[in-house]
């Protein structure tokens, strides 16, 4: 037993005791290094991921034309590293869907559907003209042992082009990720021409499954940057919507997905949801009825996958290290790489070239001057050698290199076939041919920037066809996700507890909202708060105003009279609420002990009252009773102390008669880059809107429309001519192209259809008619210019002098037969425009009007002196009683 436990001694001692942390952190380590550098993040080199490069590098060494099985390169592909057959197969279908270095035959799947690709065994590839010229050389490949020695396999592929940047990439390693977003195949080859002059260039991400693109934010791929993507949304009708395309990384199931799930949560209204992609992409959309299909547009970008944010994070191996950088340094490198592989290949040629041109210069001075003759008497291999190195020697002042041993065998492998049928002239003509492909190649050398512009220029030349930019760049507006929310709840208040929610049904209905809404409270202490809707929440007691906050609403004016806890005083003021913080009180009094509000209105477009206030009878003032005019306060922040309404005691406030707003109107722009109304001075100034007023939009397909000025409409800003506020006294003068006639007419017309947001025709049903220009202007003058070249013809018009106004659905008169290349509006009359009238008996009031006011002007200044010595004319303003008994306001 001791032997034993002896053994079992020295045994222990030969062990060393290693800490866990220390394994813990090499192998940590070792693990993340393989993963970036060996699995998931691209080579600045060629753009490609190892098993990427493995593929190509196996379909290149399988390539005879035809296509080859998938299942067959996965083989291949695993001779030069055990990945997982699976993982090769996704790796290959990644490849062959972005259709640019694979040819692809069968059922590859589809980026837009989400339909996964048949079986490796099913389905073929090939290396597209395009691969092979840009990706493959032998002669400038460096190359490395496959993972068992058994084979060679590139380092990085010679890749002359910026493949990267083109197809995108998405990786995700230990402790980082990488995502470079796909970018168009012929602005990458324009911005490196544009690189290599000197030019600055911008680039940004273009997509297969199209759509609209948000690049204000991209920060050129680096972290940090984002863009905002969205499908193509059509109105067919006012109750059907058509998607037209997905944003990237959507698919259309994931699209209709979330559609359905926005409508069950309540947040857009739809009836029915119906698939129709084929060969494009189009998702139908029925509206339930009463649905507006403008807002439930922004309701789609705002709830569901038809808008979708994107952040870059560009990523790349450099010198065996991740390095984060931006797209347009990665092109730079990209190019540079590509001059150098240039200039490889043109030393490469240049050495060919001149070894071609060494070897037939030996071979004709050998046969033409006989020196092969002096060989015969040669005894020995030896005595060959030297004297043709004798021989050769002689001439070697035209050699543009030494002679060297392997020359000199060279020409005893000639055989007397080849000496006794050469060419002296062909000879001639191929050495001379040989010296004009070197000095082709040296000028290239020494001009490689043009070289390489010209490289690029013939990629652009040959495969640029069918690869235009498909994702359309725009600016997006930014939509409030609580103003297009359908009202799927209803909001209830219980006063006197301090409830609201929407799930007291059984108290007093407020408004409908939607469950993303903010409400805002007011009690009768003088309190305010925000706050998320809930199904019931506590907002304190005696609650005095609920509604749905509307932030940043600089319109919406409450109207406030509180009395003062310490002084006793009463004060007044005006306010909006545009930013609060959620949940905090906010103190609408100066904060003392008692105090409380005594009248209270929300006003949505800061109408001011007049309420009747009624002082106690106990207090000492004379008057008793006054009236108070919420206009003549100025209205100012939450905050501030407000205008003494009176030191007196108040009894009562009582509405005396409702106000009219002391805003005015709204102004409005539109904004042309989004095709959306605004108040932020975005685009062409409309004008001032209140009330009724509506705007006119006027489209190149000769309809007109008339909508409210409501910010959530859409326009067509792309078919958009002329949008302007709608003046029922204004004609519209229009130059329009009858496409069947194929002539141009001239018309003049006032909108006659007030029905709203429906299309009115006013031109020609004929295909190919469409409207050349159109004015809202009273008198407008225009510069035509008429013909082509030397022919080309200016003339000034005043289009309201050649036509009468007529009636919306005229034909109008014929304009011109000749070539019209360009209508410029020059001025504009600002006198208000009398129409004409359409009944002859009718009196002409212009005449009649300028006779009444030329006989007033005679009068006043006949008169003058009497007019302006008129005391009557100036009214004094009637003192107050008592000051003590009116309102006192600072």
Request: hydrophobic share 35%.
């Amino acid at each position: 037993m001791e032997e034993i436990n002896e053994e079992n001694k020295e045994s222990r001692q030969e062990y060393h005791v290693i800490a866990v942390n220390g394994l813990y952190e090499n192998w940590f380590l070792d693990y993340a290094s393989y993963v970036i550098l060996e699995r998931a993040v691209p080579a600045i080199d060629d753009g490609l991921k190892p098993v990427q490069r493995r593929i190509l590098h196996a379909m290149r060494d399988m390539d005879d034309g035809r296509f080859n099985k998938v299942a067959n390169v996965i083989g291949q592909t695993m001779q030069y590293h055990p990945h997982g057959d699976a993982a090769i197969g996704d790796a290959m279908v990644n490849l062959g869907q972005k259709d640019l270095l694979i040819e692809t035959q069968g059922n590859w799947g589809d980026v837009r559907t989400g339909d996964a690709a048949a079986a490796p065994r099913y389905i073929e590839a090939r290396l597209s003209k395009f691969a092979l010229e840009v990706a493959f050389n032998k002669q400038t490949t460096i190359w490395q042992n496959s993972y068992d020695g058994r084979k060679k396999e590139p380092v990085a592929l010679p890749m002359k082009f910026p493949l990267l940047l083109a197809q995108g990439v998405e990786g995700i390693a230990v402790g980082l990720a990488t995502k470079v977003l796909p970018h168009n195949f012929i602005e990458l080859l324009q911005a490196s021409i544009d690189y290599l002059k000197g030019k600055k260039f911008e680039l940004y991400p273009d997509f297969a499954t199209a759509g609209l693109i948000d690049v204000s934010n991209y920060n050129q791929g680096k972290k940090g940057g984002k863009v905002r993507v969205r499908a193509r949304i059509e109105e067919s009708d006012k109750k059907t919507l058509l998607i037209k395309d997905v944003p990237y990384g959507v698919t259309t199931n994931q699209l209709i997905d979330s559609i359905i799930k926005a409508n069950d949560s309540g947040k857009i209204k739809i009836k029915k949801v119906i698939d129709n992609t084929a060969k494009d992409v189009e998702v139908e959309i029925q509206l339930a009825p009463g649905v507006s299909p403008d807002k439930t547009i922004d309701a789609l970008y705002a709830f569901t996958d038809c808008e979708v944010s994107i952040s870059p994070n560009a990523c790349v191996i450099v010198d065996n290290k991740p390095v984060f950088i931006g797209v347009e340094d990665l092109l730079k490198l990209s190019t540079e790489r590509t001059k150098e592989l240039l200039k490889q290949e043109l030393e490469i040629k240049m050495n060919e070239l001149e070894a071609s041109w060494h070897a037939s210069s030996l071979e004709k001075i050998f046969i033409e001057k006989r020196i092969y003759r002096d060989i015969e008497e040669c005894e020995t291999f030896e005595d060959v050698i030297d004297t043709i190195w004798r021989g050769m020697n002689k001439f070697r002042k035209l050699f543009r290199r030494d002679l060297t041993e392997e020359d000199i065998l060279k020409l005893t492998e000639i055989k007397i076939k080849r000496i006794s049928k050469y060419d002296t002239f062909k000879a001639d003509e191929y050495i001379k041919g040989l010296e004009n492909q070197l000095e082709q190649v040296k000028n290239d050398l020494e001009n490689l920037k043009q070289y390489a512009i010209k490289y690029f220029e013939n990629l652009l030349k040959k495969y640029s066809k069918g690869k235009e930019r498909r994702t359309e760049i725009k600016t997006f507006d930014n939509i409030d996700s609580k103003t297009v929310a359908i009202a799927n709840q209803k909001l209830y208040v219980n006063r006197a507890e301090g409830f609201v929610g929407y799930g007291l049904k059984k108290d007093e209905f407020v408004v409908d909202c939607s469950d993303i809404d903010d409400i805002i409270v007011f009690r009768r202490d003088g309190k305010m708060l925000v706050s998320k809707v809930q199904e019931k929440a506590f907002m304190g007691k005696d609650i005095i105003h609920v509604d749905v906050f509307r932030k940043n609403d600089e319109r919406r004016t409450y109207n406030l009279i509180y009395l003062d806890g310490k002084t006793k005083t009463s004060y007044a003021k005006r306010f909006p609420v545009t930013g609060i913080t959620r949940d905090k009180e906010y103190d609408l009094t100066q904060g003392t002990a008692n105090s409380r509000i005594l009248y209270f209105s929300a006003n949505p477009s800061g109408e001011a009252e007049i309420v009747a206030v009624t002082l106690s009878p106990l207090s000492h003032a004379r008057k008793l009773s006054f009236d108070f005019d919420f206009s003549t306060l100025a209205i100012k922040g939450r905050g501030v102390q407000g205008n003494i309404l009176s030191k007196y005691l108040v009894k009562t406030i009582k509405l005396k008669q409702k106000g009219v707003s002391t805003l005015g109107g709204i102004d409005i722009w539109f904004d042309w880059a989004i095709g959306r109304l605004n108040v932020n001075e975005h685009g062409s100034y409309l004008g001032n809107f209140s009330g009724e007023d509506l705007v006119l939009s006027v489209y190149k397909d000769g309809n007109y429309e008339l909508t409210n000025f409501d910010l959530s409409n859409h326009f067509d800003y792309e078919q958009l001519l002329l949008i302007v506020k709608f003046r029922a006294d204004r004609a519209l003068s229009c130059i329009y192209f009858d496409g069947k006639a194929k002539q141009n007419y001239l018309k003049r017309f006032v909108i006659e259809t007030l029905t709203l947001n429906k299309k009115f025709l006013f031109i020609s049903e004929e295909k190919g008619s469409h409207v050349v220009f159109v004015s809202d202007h009273k008198q407008p003058k225009i510069k035509l210019l008429i013909g082509k070249g030397k022919t080309a013809q200016e003339e000034e018009l005043v289009l309201s002098d050649l036509i009468e106004v007529k009636g919306w659905k005229a034909i109008g008169n014929k304009f011109t037969t000749k070539d019209l290349v360009k209508i410029e509006l020059l001025s504009e009359d600002e006198v208000d425009e009398v129409l004409p009238s359409t009944d002859e008996n009718e009196p002409n009031l212009t005449e009649d009007l300028f006779k009444e006011e030329e006989e007033k002007i005679k009068k006043l200044l006949a008169d003058d002196e009497d007019v302006f010595n008129k005391k009557s004319i100036a009214t004094k303003k009637p003192k107050p009683e008592n000051p003590s008994d009116q309102p006192k306001l600072f």
